[in-house]
């Protein structure tokens, strides 16, 4: 047995109990070290009501806000790269139309970097959905409301944003981008993981994206990715076969983040083993993906924790942490 077997085995342990107390449907884990080696292990049901469907490693998933990682923030650095926008810059050099009716206005002066590092004043959530159907009119609205400005917190508005400036800068929409090879912006009902049996659409939602922003823009930055275990895993193994290209994502932005990422604190989704070299990113249905750099491996858990409904505990945070310390143990 590998070492990437071993880890995967022995971190497995919690993902089973997880779905056998009933506290989530299904689940792929899977290890990726330096050298391309991995493991992989699916358990559980990839859709419980209306009919059930096993989970299985080829399950596609909505991988909600690892869009801000896998797509938004390397398309927003590639444009760096290649000098079509200057991180530091406000967003107005690409989106000038953002809070043009007041030219003081604090949103004007926000810069790409601060968005990639969640240190903006925009609100944590706001349900734009709620606001109209018409995806132009709701950029309109986004990019013109007076926004209140509190404290620096993670916030969907940032990479929404983003998203936008990516679509002024490429003439085109989101949807419209390509994103990596074995990522899509929907997946084929059959054979993705099921989210929630949402209220607001009527039915259970399957292969279409769950969060209700990205479905009413019609595609956005912070979410509206799908993808396999082995996407997920290719595009860690590129990042750990780094020759730094990716610098960006490990370069700390404050306590808590990087370029896009979260690092290791206190708490932290990632368990307590990890080195001070990971970066990992989760997203709301129950999926998540951790780069240790200084030890060569990665892991991805990824779970349809939301269906069908989003209000239960199902104790993710805590499934997270064990995972990684597993992983990670020596």
């Keep these: 047995m590998s070492h990437v077997d071993k880890r995967l085995d022995r971190a497995f342990g919690p993902l089973r109990a997880a779905i056998e107390a009933g506290r989530i449907p299904g689940g792929v884990l899977g290890v990726v070290d330096a050298e391309g080696?991995?493991?992989?292990?699916?358990?559980?049901?990839?859709?419980?009501?209306p009919t059930a469907r096993s989970m299985t490693e080829e399950t596609w998933f909505d991988l909600a806000s690892l869009t801000k990682v896998l797509f938004t923030t390397q398309r927003i650095l590639s444009a760096a790269a290649t000098g079509a926008i200057d991180l530091d810059a406000p967003l107005v050099t690409a989106i000038p139309d953002l809070a043009q009716y007041?030219?003081?206005n604090w949103q004007?002066?926000?810069?790409?970097?601060?968005c990639l590092g969640h240190q903006t004043a925009f609100p944590a959530v706001f349900p734009l959905y709620t606001y109209g159907d018409d995806p132009g009119r709701l950029r309109a609205f986004?990019?013109?409301r007076e926004w209140p400005a509190g404290p620096a917190v993670y916030s969907d508005i940032n990479f929404i944003l983003l998203g936008i400036a990516l679509e002024r800068l490429e003439r085109r929409s989101i949807r419209?981008?390509?994103?990596?090879?074995?990522?899509?912006?929907?997946?084929d009902p059959l054979h993705a993981a099921a989210t929630e049996d949402d209220p607001w659409r009527g039915r259970v939602i399957?292969?279409?994206?769950?969060?209700?922003?990205?479905?009413a823009l019609q595609g956005s930055g912070h979410a509206g990715l799908f993808g396999t275990v082995a996407a997920v895993l290719d595009f860690a193994a590129v990042r750990l076969r780094d020759t730094g290209a990716d610098a960006l994502i490990r370069a700390p932005l404050s306590a808590r983040r990087t370029h896009g990422w979260e690092r290791p604190y206190d708490g932290w989704s990632g368990g307590d083993r990890a080195s001070a070299q990971t970066i990992g990113h989760t997203g709301f249905t129950g999926v998540g993906l951790w780069i240790d750099f200084?030890?060569?491996?990665?892991?991805?858990?990824?779970?349809?924790?939301?269906?069908?409904?989003?209000?239960?505990?199902?104790?993710?945070?805590?499934?997270?942490?064990?995972?990684?310390d597993l992983i990670n143990e020596d």
């Design 176 to 187: 419209q981008m390509d994103p990596d090879a074995g990522f899509a912006w929907t997946a």
């Design 142 to 144: 986004l990019l013109q």
């Design 108 to 114: 004007r002066k926000v810069t790409f970097r601060q």
């Design 206 to 215: 399957c292969g279409e994206v769950h969060d209700e922003n990205c479905y």
């Design 294 to 324: 200084a030890r060569g491996r990665a892991w991805t858990l990824l779970t349809n924790r939301v269906h069908p409904t989003r209000h239960f505990d199902s104790g993710i945070l805590a499934l997270r942490r064990a995972v990684g």
């Design 102 to 104: 007041n030219p003081d």
């Design 37 to 49: 080696r991995r493991a992989v292990r699916a358990i559980g049901s990839a859709q419980l009501v």
